[in-house]
T-cell receptor, first 112, second 115 residues
Framework: AQSVTQLDSHVSVSEGTPVLLRCNYSSSYSPSLFWYVQHPNKGLQLLLKYTSAATLVKGINGFEAEFKKSETSFHLTKPSAHMSDAAEYFCVVSTGGFKTIFGAGTRLFVKA | DSGVTQTPKHLITATGQRVTLRCSPRSGDLSVYWYQQSLDQGLQFLIQYYNGEERAKGNILERFSAQQFPDLHSELNLSSLELGDSALYFC??????????????FGPGTRLTVL
């Protein structure tokens, strides 16, 4: 069985400060892990994905995530938040075979 | 632009009615997924089709049905609509849907309002 838990439903940061969005997963098999971003009233857009190559994955807009097998985590980070980063972020785990699970989402607020 | 198209963008209808939402996947993608997103339920997976066949089912109500046609476009049919069906409905597509490395590409969504 597989599952994904986004540890924070809301995160608030000030512009220019680091962003950390936390995601833990559970999987019986080697998973692929994804982060998607959704801006208000828009579709989900892929930020980055891990597929068992390098454990540190770089994505679009300065985001990156590190796969840590020992901690079963795939946290999303960005060194400096921008107002345009305000959105909802989804962590996703997939083991193939029509088994893909979306997390509940974390809403990121960025204060000026 | 993800390459996934959905029509219509907005739909306003009354309770008890039936509507059809349409999705065209990215060129070459064989899998289509449907999701419902509402404020109280969040993003909910409804159903997945792969090359015309149903392959995975999520929290889809019996009043809802979907199909994927030979040209790979998909339709989601919602009937006996209730106020609670008001939501954003997303379609996504992926190249196969069987590989763990597959990326789902999302359309812009259809906003359904039931009055």
């Amino acid at each position: 069985a597989q599952s994904v838990t986004q540890l924070d439903s809301h995160v608030s940061v000030s512009e220019g400060t680091p962003v950390l969005l936390r995601c833990n997963y559970s999987s019986s098999y080697s998973p692929s892990l994804f982060w998607y971003v959704q801006h208000p009233n828009k579709g989900l857009q892929l930020l980055l994905k891990y597929t068992s190559a390098a454990t540190l994955v770089k994505g679009i807009n300065g985001f990156e995530a590190e796969f840590k097998k020992s901690e079963t985590s795939f946290h999303l980070t960005k060194p400096s938040a921008h107002m345009s980063d305000a959105a909802e972020y989804f962590c996703v785990v997939s083991t193939g075979g029509f088994k893909t699970i979306f997390g509940a989402g974390t809403r990121l607020f960025v204060k000026a | 632009d993800s390459g996934v198209t959905q029509t219509p963008k907005h739909l306003i209808t009354a309770t008890g009615q039936r509507v059809t939402l349409r999705c065209s996947p990215r060129s070459g993608d064989l899998s289509v997924y449907w999701y419902q997103q509402s404020l109280d339920q969040g993003l909910q997976f409804l159903i997945q089709y792969y090359n015309g066949e149903e392959r995975a089912k999520g929290n889809i109500l019996e009043r809802f049905s979907a199909q994927q046609f030979p040209d790979l476009h998909s339709e989601l049919n919602l009937s006996s609509l209730e106020l609670g069906d008001s939501a954003l409905y997303f379609c996504a597509s992926s190249s196969s849907g069987t590989e763990r490395t597959d990326t789902q590409y999302f359309g812009p969504g259809t906003r359904l309002t039931v009055l």
